[in-house]
């Protein structure tokens, strides 16, 4: 089936303005988590949901950050205010029964 | 929580070389060690992972050890390749319950020709 969706792969905003990140996981994944990614880094870990149970937010790095995630499959990350420290890829990932994490091809976010 | 560290953060060898990737985890409790391949300007993409229950696994020219003991895995890649070439994150988490994964800061790998 479909892999990880993530939508839309670039967005230009500017600073101030709120923004929308969308993931579609894979069907029948229960678990989703949110990365984010700059330029040569690695990967910043944001927001982990896990079917029912309250969201695991330590990663996020402001209360201009937050997430939901609407019916246990789709997720939307939505950053308020928009900075040009927010400048980054955003990754969605789902996980498997497995324990194996599937990557969608990631927002590619410009603050300018 | 979960702590990773990953060594070297950059590695250049020959094409033909061998390439190893160390990491080290602080919980106990994580008992999954995948290692994932981001390709310039791609996703990361699993291509190997290890279970606590044994201590290498090995997939053509690439093998994972894992140590619990001492807590940390390492990544093996023989007979490198140019499409080698990309960054490697290795990971922790648990299997049951809470299972946020954490992930090391990676390592770029360059396969010179």
């Known amino acids: 089936g479909a892999g990880v969706s993530q939508s839309p792969s670039n967005k230009v905003t500017e600073k101030g303005k709120d923004v929308e990140l969308r993931c579609d996981p894979i069907?029948?994944?229960?678990?989703l988590y949110w990365y984010r990614q700059s330029l040569g880094q690695g990967l910043e870990f944001l927001i982990y949901?896990?079917?029912?149970?309250?969201?695991?937010k330590s990663g996020l790095p402001s209360d201009r950050f937050s997430a939901e995630r609407t019916g246990g499959s789709v997720s939307t990350l939505t950053i308020q205010r928009t900075q040009q420290e927010d400048s980054a890829v955003y990754l969605c990932?789902?996980?498997?029964?497995?324990?194996?994490?599937?990557f969608g091809a990631g927002t590619r976010l410009s603050v300018l | 929580g979960e702590n990773v560290e990953q060594h070297p953060s950059t590695l250049s060898v020959q094409e033909g070389d061998s390439a190893v990737i160390k990491c080290t985890y602080s919980?106990?409790?994580?008992?999954?060690f995948p290692w994932y391949k981001q390709e310039l300007g791609k996703r990361p993409q699993l291509i190997i992972d290890?279970?606590?229950?044994?201590g290498e696994k090995k997939d053509q020219r690439i093998a994972v050890t894992l140590n619990k003991t001492a807590k940390h895995f390492s990544l093996h890649i023989t007979e490198t390749q140019p499409e080698d070439s990309a960054v490697y994150f290795c990971?922790?988490?648990?299997?049951?319950?809470?299972?946020?994964?954490?992930f090391g800061i990676g390592t770029k790998l360059q396969v010179i020709p």
């Open positions: 990932a789902s996980r498997s029964p497995k324990n194996i994490q599937y």
């Open positions: 069907s029948g994944h229960t678990a």
């Open positions: 949901f896990q079917g029912n149970s309250a969201p695991d």
């Open positions: 919980d106990s409790a994580s008992n999954y």
């Open positions: 290890i279970r606590s229950n044994v």
């Open positions: 990971a922790a988490s648990s299997t049951g319950g809470y299972q946020k994964v954490t």
